[in-house]
């Protein structure tokens, strides 16, 4: 039996342990999780620092160095997340609808677990325990298949983990971390038919196509991240400064920050200078139109499709001078990944213009777009952020991580 399917065999295996388990049973599993996260802290800084070096021997930008680094504040952050999933609800069980049929049938409609879920995702090791810790809470087996970039990091905190598991008595397999970084284990991953009833990925726009162009299991498309925002016409300025330099600036590498600017050709020329004042304070490399190069100068280059397109996860942007609201809404129709999308305006109008035009999991108005996260959104820890339609959109918590079954009652029915 091979690597790959081995791990299904195991997932299976552990599946009736974790889909029956009592809420206290998952708890206990997880605070156990958390307390094993504390204690070898020192050992997962030093595993980290390992992808650290590698990562920065082999020319990773910084501030995808930034996106694979773990340091007491982001285990903290884990553990933070953790406890807070351990005070959510448990949605394994609730009942959703019920009703009685003419004929006497009880039909009561309950959330249940998935079964068992991989997720193959890049760079930033936290997902590791904010995904495992999630399909654990909501009854789920899963397997793990990280980036070769943080393995020393994910194989490390897998075993905490693992070990966390055994010691509440519940299997280890609950959670199993693909130790083989190939293309092969991948792609078989992607095709375990029979052993992985959903596949979720997380990462870059390139790694969510190859996944769900290459998988013949279900999934999930989550992640990519060419968000914008549109200052109107009628924008504050200070306010619209102060919400793009957060939603650029602030982490870059993430999929919540912005790639694209979009301006109102009525508000560019007080605008553009005070943002490009705000950009120079990070170095932001700026792409723009022939009118931003004309409102901000040679320092500028010129923006093309290519750009425009770009998920940067760096300190660049894209940026457009529009004519009008319908502009900037074709424009993000046309490059949008259906993350998320701002608007920054005094008009009601406008704001509900955009939210009702724009086709995206999360739109906002007069508010960063860095907010779309589990975390931000009262869900706890996410496993990433649904750009799809069917089954779940935007940030993906719990419930997402549950499907419905019909529970039917008779005494003697028959059709």
Same mark, same amino acid.
Do not use: W
């Given at each position: 039996?091979?690597?790959?399917?081995?791990?299904?065999?195991?997932?299976?295996?552990?599946?009736?342990?974790?889909?029956?388990?009592?809420?206290?049973?998952?708890?206990?599993? !997880?605070?156990?999780?958390?307390? =094993?996260?504390?204690?070898?802290?020192?050992?997962?800084?030093?595993?980290?620092?390992?992808?650290?070096?590698?990562?920065?021997?082999?020319?990773?930008?910084?501030?995808?160095?930034?996106? !694979?680094?773990?340091?007491?504040?982001?285990?903290?952050?884990?553990?933070?997340?953790?406890?807070?999933?351990?005070?959510?609800?448990? /949605?394994?069980?609730?009942? +959703?609808?019920?009703?009685?049929?003419?004929?006497?049938?009880?039909?009561?409609?309950?959330?249940?677990?998935?079964?068992?879920?991989?997720?193959?995702?890049?760079?930033?090791?936290?997902?590791?325990?904010? =995904?495992?810790?999630?399909?654990?809470?909501?009854?789920?087996?899963?397997?793990?298949?990280?980036?070769?970039?943080?393995?020393?990091?994910?194989?490390?905190?897998?075993?905490?983990?693992?070990?966390?598991?055994?010691?509440?008595?519940?299997?280890?397999?609950?959670?199993?971390?693909?130790?083989?970084?190939?293309?092969e284990t991948t792609n078989e !991953?992607?095709?375990?038919?029979?052993?992985?009833?959903? !596949?979720?990925?997380?990462?870059?726009?390139?790694?969510?196509?190859?996944?769900?162009?290459?998988?013949?299991? /279900?999934?999930?498309?989550?992640?990519?991240?060419?968000?914008?925002?549109?200052?109107?016409?009628?924008?504050?300025?200070?306010?619209?400064?102060?919400?793009?330099?957060? =939603?650029?600036?602030?982490?870059?590498?993430?999929?919540?920050?912005?790639?694209?600017?979009?301006?109102?050709?009525?508000?560019?020329?007080?605008?553009?200078?005070?943002?490009?004042?705000?950009?120079?304070?990070?170095?932001?490399?700026?792409?723009?139109?022939?009118?931003?190069?004309?409102?901000?100068?040679?320092?500028?280059?010129?923006?093309?499709?290519?750009?425009?397109?770009?998920?940067?996860?760096?300190?660049?942007?894209?940026?457009?001078?529009?004519?009008?609201?319908?502009?900037?809404?074709?424009?993000?129709?046309?490059?949008? +990944?259906?993350?998320?999308?701002c608007i920054v305006t005094k008009?009601?109008?406008?704001?509900?213009?955009?939210?009702?035009?724009?086709?995206?999991?999360?739109?906002?108005?007069?508010?960063?777009?860095?907010?779309?996260?589990?975390?931000?959104?009262?869900?706890?820890?996410?496993?990433?952020?649904?750009?799809q339609k069917l089954h779940a959109?935007?940030?993906?918590?719990?419930?997402?991580?549950?499907?419905?079954?019909?529970?039917?009652?008779?005494?003697?029915?028959?059709?």
């Amino acid at each position: 039996m091979n690597y790959v399917l081995q791990l299904g065999v195991n997932a299976k295996a552990a599946e009736a342990a974790i889909a029956g388990a009592s809420t206290n049973l998952k708890n206990m599993a !997880l605070d156990a999780v958390a307390k =094993a996260l504390i204690e070898n802290s020192d050992l997962i800084i030093e595993e980290n620092s390992k992808d650290l070096k590698l990562a920065d021997e082999n020319g990773m930008s910084k501030a995808m160095q930034d996106r !694979l680094k773990l340091d007491e504040n982001r285990i903290s952050g884990m553990v933070k997340s953790i406890n807070e999933l351990i005070a959510l609800t448990d /949605p394994v069980g609730q009942v +959703t609808d019920g009703f009685v049929r003419p004929n006497g049938l009880r039909i009561t409609k309950t959330r249940v677990p998935l079964g068992v879920i991989g997720i193959i995702f890049e760079s930033r090791p936290n997902v590791t325990v904010d =995904a495992a810790a999630l399909c654990l809470k909501a009854g789920n087996a899963v397997i793990l298949k990280g980036g070769k970039e943080a393995i020393n990091s994910n194989i490390c905190l897998g075993k905490i983990m693992r070990q966390a598991l055994k010691s509440v008595g519940l299997p280890a397999d609950i959670i199993q971390v693909v130790e083989n970084t190939s293309r092969e284990t991948t792609n078989e !991953l992607m095709k375990l038919n029979g052993y992985i009833d959903v !596949l979720i990925p997380r990462g870059s726009a390139r790694l969510i196509q190859a996944v769900v162009n290459t998988a013949t299991v /279900p999934v999930i498309e989550t992640g990519a991240g060419n968000c914008h925002v549109y200052v109107d016409s009628s924008a504050d300025i200070e306010m619209a400064a102060n919400i793009t330099d957060n =939603a650029k600036t602030q982490r870059p590498s993430v999929c919540n920050a912005i790639e694209s600017l979009l301006v109102h050709k009525d508000a560019a020329e007080k605008f553009l200078p005070v943002i490009a004042d705000r950009f120079k304070t990070h170095n932001v490399k700026i792409y723009g139109c022939d009118k931003t190069i004309e409102i901000l100068g040679d320092s500028v280059e010129k923006a093309s499709e290519t750009e425009y397109a770009t998920e940067f996860n760096d300190y660049v942007i894209a940026v457009k001078v529009v004519d009008s609201i319908d502009e900037a809404i074709a424009h993000i129709r046309k490059y949008s +990944t259906r993350h998320s999308e701002c608007i920054v305006t005094k008009s009601l109008d406008a704001a509900r213009k955009f939210q009702k035009e724009v086709d995206a999991a999360a739109v906002y108005v007069n508010a960063s777009t860095r907010f779309t996260d589990g975390g931000e959104f009262g869900l706890g820890a996410e496993i990433g952020i649904s750009t799809q339609k069917l089954h779940a959109r935007g940030p993906m918590g719990l419930m997402e991580l549950t499907t419905v079954k019909y529970l039917i009652d008779g005494n003697g029915q028959i059709r």
